[in-house]
């Protein structure tokens, strides 16, 4: 794969972002990288940044010729993996430090706060996923709910995920319109999220090693599909119980068998996914305060709390993100 030092450079039919005032470079990676805090090492340098894809997928490419550094901090609300093209960037992450040169591919967990340092004409791709989809997936390939963050380990290991990455640039290189067909770009979403579990070591590796799976009872299907159909209203876990055939102990249990949470942790799990849903769709809300109410959030200040927590911004950062011009 050629670089920035040839005429072909990675990804270079989807637009491109230059800058070399460092103020406009920083506020610019602000946007594209959601860190804390940015700071260009020098000014007067040619950056550029190449994206395809949308906020939940997406492939980019950068080069920054006199180097960049951003602080991440944590509770992020996406996956990144990192493969190095040229130069050195540093990732420092708790009390580990990994140098990406050329050829070595790294991980950023959502909720590991890190900091990066990219040095002089250092190049990399990136790949992003989306926390929320990639906790989907794994709940749906695992039959399992996710509970905690998952968490990676940060060199990747793998070279199937590396040579996926790779697969994935040079086809949109060679066609970039296929970033335009939804269908298309949902399944190459899936394809990098379950290689991504099940090639990098993560929290979560042992369910997908599991060769036997315990089949989920009829009962603890109706009690989801209760949860699911009223989620939008007040519930008595007792009287879902009941209506499922069950006795609230024993739905309990059920639940953290076969789900890994409680059922009330499982209602919150649909309600949070929907609220987020509508905030991230034009005209799906009228506000925060009607996406948390159609939810089945009675308390606002809790629910942006512990929206924050979950996806690593407040409501109405997502809200303004896809719903003003």
């Known amino acids: 794969m050629q670089t920035s030092g040839h005429d072909n450079i ?3 039919g989807f637009p491109i972002v230059e800058r070399s005032d460092p103020d406009a470079l920083a506020a610019f990676a602000k946007t594209a990288f959601r860190p804390l805090k940015v700071q260009p ?14 906020d939940d997928f997406s492939l980019s490419y950068g080069f920054f010729e006199c180097g960049l550094e951003l602080d991440v901090g944590e509770q992020q609300s996406f996956y990144k993996v990192v493969l190095g093209l040229s130069g ?21 967990s959502a909720t590991r706060p890190i900091e990066w340092r990219h040095g002089a004409r250092a190049e990399a791709l990136y790949l992003k996923v989306s ?39 040079a086809e949109f290189d060679q066609s970039p319109s296929l970033a335009l067909q939804p269908m298309l770009m949902t399944s190459y979403r899936e394809l990098a999220m379950r290689t991504l579990l099940a090639n990098q070591p993560n929290n ?53 068998r076969y789900r890994g ?17 509508m905030l991230s769709t034009l005209g799906g809300a009228q506000s925060v305060t009607d996406a948390a109410m159609s939810c089945g959030f ?19 950062t997502t809200f303004k993100r896809h719903n003003q011009p």
């Open 131 to 169: 926390r929320e989809e990639l906790e989907l997936q794994l709940a749906s390939i695992s039959g399992r709910s996710v509970a905690d963050p998952i968490e990676f380990a940060p060199v990747v290991v793998a070279q199937p995920l590396v040579r996926l990455l790779r697969f994935l640039v």
């Open 10 to 12: 990675p990804l270079s």
């Open 88 to 108: 050195v960037s540093d990732l420092h992450q708790h009390d580990e430090q990994v140098s990406v040169t050329p050829g070595v591919a790294v991980v950023k």
């Open 298 to 316: 009675g308390n606002l200040g809790r629910f942006s709390v512990l929206y924050r927590r979950r996806f690593g911004e407040c409501p109405s």
């Open 204 to 256: 979560y590796s042992s369910w997908l090693t599991d060769q036997v799976k315990d089949v989920a009872p009829k009962q603890l299907r109706l009690a989801e599909e209760i949860l699911d159909a009223y989620a939008d209203q007040p519930l008595a876990m007792a009287d879902v119980a009941r209506a499922a055939g069950y006795s609230l102990r024993s739905m309990n249990r059920a639940f953290r």
């Open 261 to 277: 949470c409680t059922p009330h942790e499982f209602l919150q799990t649909l309600r949070f996914r929907r609220a987020r849903k």
């Open 41 to 54: 090492i020098a000014g007067g340098c040619r950056n550029r940044i190449h994206c395809a894809g949308s």
